[in-house]
């Protein structure tokens, strides 16, 4: 009997173990998937924004029609592999306004926007300069303007000047400036859980 209970307990281990070699292989396929995107994407806003958002695939595809005036989408091209998670998509969320400004900083040109915008970044991304934009990283991490962000909004200003006497410091907690003196200063808000992918510069 126990010899019996005994092979029954390692067949029940084996099955758990092929379900979970299996779930693993099917969690990796999932993130090039339509449904992994439409789910990580949305949630890069509050659920009553991301919920009736339209949602883009990182080939430009509509993968869901929405309908509050919002989109979501990755701001990375698909790996082969797919997005490890949310956060290395750097998934946001933007009305038209904010998206006007997201398209003028992909191409390097001025924003030119009727209002301010906010676009939000719950996933948060795995790095940036603060002080320049697509400034490089070893240079940034030398000189501490290095930040890998967790969940946050920004405030993207159709005239920077507004927010020009914003400190930079983002170790304090407080929302803060990136890219001063730029055409493409915004304003970065954290929120909980902001630090945790770089928990050295959370304020003590």
Known sequence: MKRQILTMCVLTLMAHHALAEHHASTDAEDHRSAAWQIEAFSTAAPAFIGNSATILGTDGSILREGSNGWTCTAT???????????????????DAEGFKWAAAYMAGTKPVMERDAYIWMLHGDTGEDNNTPGGDKGMAMQHGHWIESGPHLMLMPRDPATITNFPTDFNVGAPYQMFKGSDYAHLMIPFEGYYKCQPESAPE
């Open 76 to 94: 990375k091209p698909m790996p082969e592999a797919g997005f490890e998670t949310a956060h290395h998509a750097f998934a946001l969320c933007a």
